[in-house]
């Protein structure tokens, strides 16, 4: 469901943003008529499959790239024709791009872009430093960028991005390269920028786990267009199934697959040939569970264990995008 609302809050507002890029001699709609806003203290998730338009529209929002028509504000103005003035007030770490100076070291590059937001990098060394061991480059703050790893970069860029200390401030896979503790860090970092400093983060990502964890609200975008705005809660119980997986033995015979598909329309049944097995099987209703437990148990096939599946964003946006295999048939 689209977010149509309009908040006194609002600190992005997007609207009818399109770009058509012309590849080997055709027009390619990148962005088709792009609408979402978000507020002060949110964190934003921006999902959708390779090529959906979640960088490009960022880079519209930056003023990197020039759209074919629509409305950018921020903070209530109008990004293009206050360009110099919005861009003050956001920053970005973008995926594939040279988002520091590879000459400079970390500190050095913390410092400098935190000097031309106009910050006064003599009093804020504690926080700029801060920011660098917090994201593990302690031991590589006096090395060049462009002798450090991509993990290492990436840690730098998303640093650099912070020291701004700007109000919205866009991560394009601010986790990619990083290793799991850091990636945890991230995870707390991003929710304290919101909970604690009432900034705005727009998040795009293809790491669910991180989606699901830190943002409050997703937009996902297929093919250029907007075809969910609504919050992670909402999305992840929309598409809550009661999928349960039972694990036994004993052999499940021609009849006894009958017996179940006569009650379970989705059940993916083992396809293994021994005396063990898991059982996949989705229930309209909690009590089906008897029956497929006397199914099982009429014919001599013993039950170990039973899980229920958990719920997750994942699903949603697979089934939302229509690339759910779901259970066996």
Avoid at 30 to 55: I, Q, T, Y
Wanted: overall charge negative; some cysteine; proline content about 3%.
């Amino acid at each position: 469901m689209e977010q149509e609302e309009l908040r006194l809050d609002t600190v992005l507002k997007v609207k009818g943003l399109t770009k058509t890029f012309r590849r080997r001699g055709r027009c390619v709609s990148a962005v088709r008529d792009m609408s979402f806003s978000a507020w002060s203290g949110e964190v934003l998730g921006l999902l959708g499959p390779n090529g959906a338009g979640k960088s490009t529209t960022i880079k519209c929002i930056l003023g990197l790239v020039q759209p074919d028509s629509g409305e950018v504000e921020v903070f209530g103005r109008d990004a293009m024709q206050h360009r110099r003035e919005c861009l003050r007030m956001m920053s970005a770490v973008l995926e594939g791009s040279r988002n520091v100076y590879w000459r400079l070291t970390p500190r050095e590059n913390v410092r400098f872009f935190a000097s031309i937001q106009g910050r006064d990098v003599r009093r804020e060394t504690e926080r700029l430093e801060g920011l660098l061991h917090l994201l593990g480059l302690g031991d590589w703050v006096d090395v060049p960028a462009m002798e450090l790893s991509q993990g290492m970069k990436q840690k730098t860029a998303v640093a650099c991005a912070l020291a701004r200390d700007t109000p919205l401030i866009f991560l394009d896979e601010p986790t990619l390269g990083l290793d799991v503790e850091t990636s945890i860090e991230m995870r707390g970092m991003i929710r304290h920028l919101a909970e604690v400093e009432q900034r705005t983060v727009v998040l795009s990502s293809h790491d669910m786990k991180v989606v699901q964890q830190v943002c409050d609200r997703v937009v996902i975008i297929e093919d250029g267009a907007v075809v969910v705005d609504d919050t992670t809660d909402n999305l992840i119980s929309l598409f809550q199934r009661r999928l349960y997986r039972v694990r036994g033995s004993g052999r499940i015979d021609g009849e006894t697959e009958r017996q179940l598909r006569e009650i379970f329309r989705n059940i993916g049944l083992p396809d293994v040939d021994d005396d063990s097995f898991l059982l996949e099987v989705e229930v309209a209703r909690p009590e089906a569970l008897y029956d497929l437990m006397d199914i099982l148990r009429a014919n001599g096939i013993l039950v170990e264990g039973i899980s229920q599946d958990e719920p997750d964003l994942e699903r949603a946006f697979l089934q939302i995008i229509g690339r759910e295999e779901g259970v066996r048939a």
